[in-house]
């Protein structure tokens, strides 16, 4: 599974090789999504939108910026949720599935009991990318 998408006129592709690190919530990890799924998610969404991020470190893989001694480094960013009930995965914020309803909602109708906020952090340079899923407090 890989997930492409363009950014200022280059392309990212998000595969198994390029991965960095994929942390799951420390505390309490939501089962039945792995790196594939996060993929899968994305690749099935139009709504995915990487933005423009500044991390404090540079990339592992290329540490693009290091050498010209750079403050901040470049990196992309896109960050969405994904629900889970008995810490097992249901849906997303960002699929078709129960027609787009709120955490809110679906928490109501019992369908979904924690939120998780997925986190992909992409080196602008070399693709490079890593994944955190931790607890989101609704
Ligand atoms: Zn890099």
Do not use: H, P, W
Request: overall charge negative.
């Amino acid at each position: 599974m890989e997930y492409k998408f363009n950014f200022d006129g280059k392309e990212y592709i998000l595969g198994e090789d390029n991965l960095e690190y994929f942390v799951n919530d420390e505390n309490e990890e939501l089962n039945g999504i792995e790196l594939n799924k996060i993929l899968e998610l994305l690749s099935n969404s139009d709504e995915v939108d990487f933005q423009n991020s500044y991390y404090e470190s540079c990339c592992s893989n290329c540490k693009a910026g290091k050498e010209e001694k750079k403050k901040v480094f470049d990196f992309l960013e896109y960050y969405f949720y994904v629900y889970g009930k008995n810490n097992n995965f249901v849906t997303s914020s960002i699929d078709q599935d129960y027609d787009k309803k709120s955490f809110t909602r679906l928490n109501r109708e019992g369908i979904v009991d924690k939120c998780y906020m997925v986190t992909v952090m992409v080196c602008k340079n070399c693709s490079t990318y890593a994944i955190e899923i931790e607890e989101f407090e609704v």
